[in-house]
């Protein structure tokens, strides 16, 4: 699979899964899901960040390296920014969020390395998530 689209897809995946957090929090809050994107875009302007600082599209799906500073950026720059542009940032708010964010942006990673290893236990070619994730 051509790189780009590697990492474009890790990408999407992790932007659905910080626009989750945000449907989640504001539902559980009864808030008007009218306001997501008041919610939202810190936490992915904080992705963002994250993103190039792993340099994510080189190894897009790594725990280790993108995963990990795509979760600190998302919730240490979302914060921030949600702080400087007046919304909440309770201390309450900030752990939930890095839990929550973090199960989500590493959960997938984890389930997907899970996945190849048991699909490729016991034979030399990598199983069917494992050539999706391979670099070439």
């Given amino acids: 699979m051509d790189p780009r689209l590697r990492a474009l897809v890790a990408f999407a995946i992790d932007l659905i899964a910080v626009a989750v957090f945000v449907v989640i929090g504001r539902a559980s809050h009864r808030e008007d899901q009218s306001a997501f994107l008041v919610t939202f875009w810190p936490f992915a302007t904080g992705l963002v960040i994250g993103w190039v600082g792993a340099r994510g599209w080189r190894r897009p799906f790594s725990i280790s390296r993108t995963g990990l500073l795509a979760w600190v ?64």
């Fill in 73 to 136: 950026g998302t919730v240490l720059f979302g914060m921030l920014l949600r702080a400087l542009s007046g919304q909440g940032v309770q201390v309450a708010f900030v752990i939930v969020a890095a839990i929550v964010v973090g199960a989500l942006l590493l959960g997938w990673r984890f389930l997907l390395a899970a996945l190849d290893r048991s699909a490729s236990r016991g034979e030399n070619t990598p199983g069917p998530v494992g050539f999706f994730l391979r670099r070439r």
